[in-house]
């Protein structure tokens, strides 16, 4: 949260998420960032800072990691700004070949995801990119992934933090940084 550039940019992006309510079930206030995707200048613009920021604060890194889904919305187009691979963790089942898996709770029961073997070296630094942390399920297992094969989290970096979900206290080892900042889930 270092750069200037992010103050600048964030007024724009939040102006640009949706609340629903109710969705996907009753109780859960969902963030939408879909209309951020109606503005392609202002989603370039979101990429090109934030791979800004990996040069300028995170330093070296061999890929940059996105999660299925949302994060594949954003991972990609900083990879190719930063000119490094960009490696998909998707939920099991969905990638070809030898995986390596790594479980995790959700609200309700337990999920899955995956990488593909060999997308990760030995002694690798992978920058990690979601849309948002809730509980910290999703990111917690995505860096468990990133050891199991080998690496090291550079950092993680969401759009969205929703602070009283409290997400934070499952990667205490995992240098986070978000954008927005939502006080109320
Ligand atoms: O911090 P957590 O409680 O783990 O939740 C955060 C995750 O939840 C959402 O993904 P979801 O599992 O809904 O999948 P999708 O992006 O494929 O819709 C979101 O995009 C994050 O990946
Ligand atoms: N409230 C929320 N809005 C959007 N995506 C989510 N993933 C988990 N919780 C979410």
Do not use: W
Not at 34 to 43: A, G, K
Not at 104 to 110: L, N
Not at 129 to 150: E, F, M, P, Q, S
């Amino acid at each position: 949260m270092t750069l200037p550039r992010f103050d600048q940019i964030r007024p724009k992006i939040e102006k640009h998420i949706r609340e629903v309510k109710d969705f996907p079930k009753k109780g859960i206030n969902f963030r939408d960032i879909m209309p951020l995707f109606t503005n392609p200048q202002l989603v370039n613009e979101l990429c090109v800072v934030i791979a800004d920021h990996v040069r300028h604060s995170v330093g070296h890194v061999d890929s940059v990691a996105g999660l299925e889904a949302r994060g594949f919305l954003f991972g990609p187009q900083v990879a190719i700004q930063l000119g490094v691979p960009f490696v998909p963790i998707r939920k099991k089942g969905k990638l070809p070949g030898a995986t390596i898996e790594a479980s995790y709770q959700k609200e309700y029961g337990e999920d899955i995801v995956e990488i593909q073997e060999g997308a990760i070296k030995q002694g690798d630094v992978v920058f990690l990119i979601d849309d948002l942390l809730a509980t910290g399920g999703t990111l917690r297992a995505a860096a468990n992934l990133v050891v199991k094969a080998g690496g090291k989290v550079g950092e993680a970096f969401v759009l969205i933090e929703l602070t009283p979900l409290n997400g934070r206290a499952k990667i205490p080892d995992v240098n986070l940084t978000t954008l927005i900042s939502y006080d109320s889930a």
